[in-house]
């Protein structure tokens, strides 16, 4: 029997106890049974991710950046073999050197990422000229054409314009500068 009395009989049970239950947590901690608290569960497919830092970019990857620009909805794919700098990193480097844009697919064979700029494309920004819009001039972004994007309506009606420069407004009047299309919207004011 036990050379204790029963109160501290007691007290001795209750202390094995809380001993075994904190061995039992601990184990399932460490384990990755349980998370440990204040940190988040780890994801159900835990194994797929540990094989996803054995994936890596070879020399023969196929490399694909989208960029869709915001302003105009254009977008541009780029396509090429991955610089010698990547070759050997996983996805997570990958993430770090490219910090903005999203990976939409990686694997050995085909990393495929994009991005999303709030700007116009190269011939949106790099491209003015000056046509009719709801009969007012107006200012285009990009090349005369069905793609141009209108920037700005101006208050000056085509109407009073003379026969030729309606005609050419009707083409798109590509201007070189932001000089050059002040100096036309002031020239077409004055008519």
């Known amino acids: 029997m036990w050379p204790f009395p029963p109160k501290a009989r ?3 049970l209750l202390a094995a106890a809380l001993l075994a239950t904190a061995a039992a947590l ?4 460490t384990s990755g049974v349980l998370p440990w608290p204040g940190k988040e569960s780890p994801a159900r497919d835990t194994e797929v991710a540990k094989q996803d830092t054995k994936i890596k970019i070879t020399a023969a990857t196929d490399f694909t950046q989208k960029i869709t620009y915001l302003k105009c909805g254009d977008e541009e794919t780029f396509r090429s073999k991955p610089a010698d700098n990547l070759v050997g990193l996983n996805a997570a480097q990958v993430q770090k050197i490219y910090s903005g844009w999203a990976i939409d697919k990686f694997d050995s064979k ?3 990422m994009s991005l999303k700029v709030d700007s116009y494309c190269r011939e949106h920004a790099n491209n003015t000229f000056i046509g009719v819009k709801d009969g007012y001039v107006a200012v285009f972004a990009g090349r005369p054409g069905p793609r141009a994007i209108v920037r700005e309506i101006t208050k000056i009606p085509v109407q009073q314009l003379s026969a030729e420069d309606i005609a050419e407004l009707r083409q798109g009047m590509v201007v070189k500068s932001r000089e050059e299309l002040l100096r036309t919207l002031e020239g077409m004011q004055s008519q």
């Open 110 to 112: 085909e990393v495929a």
């Open 26 to 29: 601990a184990a399932a901690y």
């Open 10 to 12: 007691r007290r001795i």
